[in-house]
C-alpha cells in the first residue's frame, strides 16, 4: 500500500514543486477541467508547465514584476490553471476572486473590486473582454492601485520560448525564497469587507504537507471538485494540494455544478476520484435534488474520503447523503470534516479518515448556556458533530470573553495557532490586532473540547453562511438603509437555519412606516431587489413598526436580540413573508 | 410565451405575488431565484407537471423561455 511521501526540503516554493512534479510524472494528468457534456480537457504535470512558462513569458514582457498581485476574474477555463502557474513563476501573487454574477448591479460590482484594489493592492487584473468597460475606468481613477487589465484568454500561446528569456525567468523563479509570499486570497465576505491573507511559499508547502498527511493521501489519490477557486476550501485544499502532491485534480465548473449537482459524481465515477471536498449544503443537494434517472451507472466506490467543511456540520445531511449514496457504492467511512479558515491556510482539525466521525447527543439548552451535558430523557437533543482532532503542527485552544482558557465541555471561543499561519491581513493592521494576540487567532467561532476532539457550534460574529458563502450582514444592511420606504439605521439582517437546504439563508428585519399589506409587500420588493444589486438573496422579510427594535448599549439595533425576540415568540406588531 | 401555469408555478416557488415573465427573462431578474434556488424551482416545476428533466438538458437553459419550451417537449411527449 502506498503511503503519504511528501519532503518540503526537495522543492520549497510553489513553482519549485510543480516543476518537481513536471519532471517526476511528466504525462501523469495533472488537472482534468471537466466540462458538462464535453470530453473533459486534461492537463498532464508535462504539458501544464510548458505552458505556464509561455505564460510566465508574456507576463514578463508586460513588465509584471515580483511581489506585484495580479487578480484573476476568469470563468471556468482550462488555461486558467497555466496562467495561475506562470504568475507565480515570475514571483508575481495570484489571486484569484469571483466573476461577478449577472444579477450583481455593475456599480457594486466596480465599488466592491475599488474597495478591495485599495485594500489588497492589486496590480493587475486579468480577467475576459466582458468585463473590460467595467473594470477600465477603475485603473483611470485617482489614487487607483491598479495598473492595468488584460485579457490572456485572447493571447497567442503559439510560440516557441527563447531560451534566453526563459533563463532569465527562471532565475527569478529560482531567487523565490520559501519566506516570500505566495499568493493572496481573500478570508470572507461580499462587496468590500473582504480581509486579503497573504500566504508564504512555506505556509502553503506547510500545509500541503501537514494536511495531506492527516488525510493520508498517497500518489494514487485523485480529488474532484467544484469548489470555486476563490475560496479557500477550493483553492488550498482541491487545487493546492493535489497540484503539490503531484496527484490530479478532476475540477468542475461551480456554475455548472449548482444548475446540475450530478456532475461532481459522473466526474468521480468516471475519474474514480478518491477525494472530494465540500460545504454542508452540497450533501443535502446530492440527496435530495437529484433525479433517480440521473444516477443511473454512478459508482461512488473510489471515493476514500470526503470532507465537510466551511460552513457548520450538521449531522442530517451527513444522514441524508448516507442512506441516499450507500446503494451507490459510497462508503460511510469516506465521511470526514475539516475546520479551519483562510488565516491559516486551511485546516486545524480533521476528524481521523476511515473512522467514524464522533457525535455527541447533548442537551440544547445547557449548550446555549455554555456547557456540554449530555442530553437525558427530558433535553431538547442537539446532535454535535465533532470537527476532529488537531493537524499536526496545530494548536487550539477554547477561552472565555476575558481571553482566558476554560476547562474541556465549556463553550468559548476558538483560538488557533499553526505552522501555517498567515503574517496579518495585508494593508489592514487593525483588523489584524483585532484577532491576532501572542500568535494566537482568535477566529469568532463557538465551540467546546471534548476527549481531544474539537465541535464547532456557533458564532461570536454576525457573518451569515449561506452554501458555505460568508456575507456580512452589514453589506445587506448598508445596501437596505438607501431604500425607500424603510426608517435608515433601523434594518438588521441575520442568518437562519435552513433545514432543507443543509446550510442557512438571509433574512431581515426593518422598521417601517408602512401599514397595510399592500405597503408591506410593496416595501418586500424593495428589500428583495436590493438585496440582488449586491448578489444577496433575501429570503424572509420581517417588518415591524417604528422603535420596535431592540437596540444595543451603542445605540444600534443589535441583530442578536432582535433574531432572538424575531423567533423566539409571536408578536403580532410582526409581519413576515 | 410564457403558460398561465408555469407562471404560477414559478412565482408560488419563489414566494412572489406577481413579477413580469416572459421568455427573455433570466433567472437572475427575478427576485429570489438564485443558483441556490434554481434546483427547487426547477423540482417544483417537476412535480408540478410530472415530468422529470435531465441535468444536460438544464444546462442548456439560457431563459424562462427556454424552460418553457423544454416543458413543451416534455409534455407533448
Request: aromatic share 8%; hydrophobic share 40%; with cysteine.
Amino acid at each position: 500500500m502506498k503511503t503519504f511521501n511528501f519532503n518540503i526540503d526537495e522543492a520549497d516554493t510553489l513553482w519549485r514543486r510543480w516543476k518537481l512534479n513536471s519532471e517526476r510524472y511528466p504525462d501523469k494528468d495533472a488537472i482534468v477541467h471537466w466540462v458538462a457534456g464535453e470530453e473533459p480537457y486534461r492537463w498532464t504535470y508535462k504539458n501544464l508547465i510548458n505552458t505556464a512558462k509561455k505564460y510566465s513569458v508574456k507576463l514578463k514582457e508586460l513588465g509584471i514584476k515580483p511581489g506585484e498581485i495580479c487578480a484573476n476574474i476568469i470563468r471556468h477555463n482550462e488555461n486558467f490553471y497555466p496562467l495561475y502557474l506562470g504568475i507565480s513563476r515570475i514571483g508575481a501573487l495570484p489571486a484569484v476572486l469571483a466573476f461577478p454574477n449577472p444579477r450583481l448591479h455593475p456599480d457594486k460590482f466596480r465599488q466592491g473590486l475599488e474597495g478591495m484594489a485599495q485594500r489588497s493592492g492589486l496590480d493587475y487584473i486579468f480577467t475576459e473582454r466582458e468585463l473590460e468597460p467595467l473594470i477600465k475606468p477603475l485603473i483611470e481613477k485617482p489614487g487607483s492601485t491598479i495598473k492595468n487589465v488584460y485579457f490572456p484568454l485572447e493571447w497567442d500561446l503559439d510560440f516557441e520560448i527563447d531560451p534566453k528569456a526563459d533563463d532569465e525567468i527562471e532565475m527569478i523563479a529560482g531567487s523565490i525564497k520559501d519566506s516570500d509570499p505566495g499568493l493572496l486570497q481573500h478570508s470572507s465576505g461580499t462587496t468590500g469587507l473582504q480581509k486579503p491573507v497573504v500566504l508564504s511559499h512555506r505556509a502553503i508547502m506547510n500545509h500541503v504537507y501537514q494536511l495531506g498527511k492527516a488525510m493520508k493521501l498517497t500518489e494514487n489519490d485523485k480529488v474532484a471538485s467544484w469548489l470555486p477557486l476563490y475560496h479557500d476550501l477550493g483553492l488550498i485544499g482541491s487545487y493546492h494540494i493535489p497540484l503539490a502532491l503531484g496527484i490530479p485534480l478532476i475540477q468542475i465548473d461551480p456554475f455548472q455544478w449548482i444548475l446540475a449537482p450530478v456532475l461532481l459524481l459522473e466526474a468521480i465515477t468516471k475519474e474514480k476520484a478518491t477525494v472530494s471536498f465540500t460545504p454542508n449544503f452540497a450533501y443535502n443537494i446530492m440527496a435530495e435534488k437529484i433525479n433517480e434517472e440521473d444516477l443511473e451507472g454512478i459508482d461512488l466506490s473510489s471515493l476514500r474520503v470526503i470532507i465537510n467543511a466551511a460552513e457548520p456540520i450538521r449531522h442530517d445531511s451527513h444522514e441524508k447523503f448516507v442512506r441516499k449514496f450507500q446503494k451507490y457504492g459510497f462508503n460511510p467511512l469516506a465521511l470526514a470534516v475539516l475546520y479551519g479558515m483562510a488565516e491559516t491556510t486551511l485546516g486545524v482539525t480533521l476528524t481521523e479518515p476511515s473512522n467514524p466521525i464522533t457525535e455527541l447527543s447533548v442537551d440544547r439548552n445547557e449548550l446555549s448556556k455554555g456547557v456540554m451535558k449530555f442530553s437525558d430523557d427530558n433535553s431538547v437533543v442537539r446532535i454535535c458533530v465533532s470537527s476532529g482532532k488537531l493537524i499536526d503542527e496545530c494548536e487550539a485552544r477554547i477561552v472565555d470573553e476575558n481571553r482566558n482558557d476554560i476547562p474541556d465541555g465549556l463553550v468559548g471561543e476558538v483560538v488557533v495557532k499553526s505552522i501555517s499561519m498567515f503574517d496579518g491581513y495585508r494593508n489592514y493592521p487593525e483588523k489584524t490586532a483585532e484577532v491576532f494576540e501572542g500568535g494566537w487567532y482568535y477566529t469568532g467561532d463557538y465551540g467546546f473540547r471534548y476527549k481531544d476532539e474539537f465541535f464547532i457550534i456557533g458564532r461570536k460574529k454576525d457573518i451569515i453562511i449561506v452554501a458555505g458563502k460568508n456575507i456580512y450582514p452589514e453589506d445587506i444592511e448598508d445596501a437596505l438603509n438607501q431604500t425607500e420606504g424603510l426608517i435608515p439605521g433601523r434594518v438588521i439582517a441575520f442568518g437562519e437555519e435552513d433545514a432543507e437546504m443543509g446550510t442557512e439563508f438571509v433574512s431581515v428585519v426593518a422598521e417601517t412606516k408602512a401599514e397595510t399589506e399592500d405597503e408591506k409587500n410593496k416595501v418586500r420588493m424593495t428589500i428583495l431587489k436590493a438585496g440582488m444589486n449586491i448578489d444577496v438573496v433575501i429570503h424572509k422579510v420581517y417588518l415591524v413598526p417604528s422603535r420596535w427594535l431592540i437596540k444595543s448599549s451603542a445605540g444600534k439595533p443589535s441583530r442578536k436580540s432582535n433574531k432572538e425576540r424575531l423567533i423566539g415568540i409571536t408578536d403580532s406588531q410582526v409581519w413576515s413573508r | 410565451m410564457i403558460s398561465p401555469e408555469l407562471k404560477k408555478v414559478i412565482l408560488k416557488q419563489l414566494n412572489l405575488d406577481d413579477f413580469n415573465l416572459n421568455d427573455a427573462t433570466l433567472a437572475s431578474d427575478v427576485p429570489g431565484w438564485d443558483s441556490l434556488n434554481h434546483i427547487n424551482v426547477i423540482l417544483a416545476v417537476e412535480e408540478n407537471f410530472n415530468v422529470k428533466f435531465r441535468s444536460m438538458e438544464l444546462l442548456r437553459l439560457k431563459n424562462i423561455g427556454d424552460l418553457q419550451k423544454l416543458l413543451d417537449s416534455k409534455l407533448s411527449k
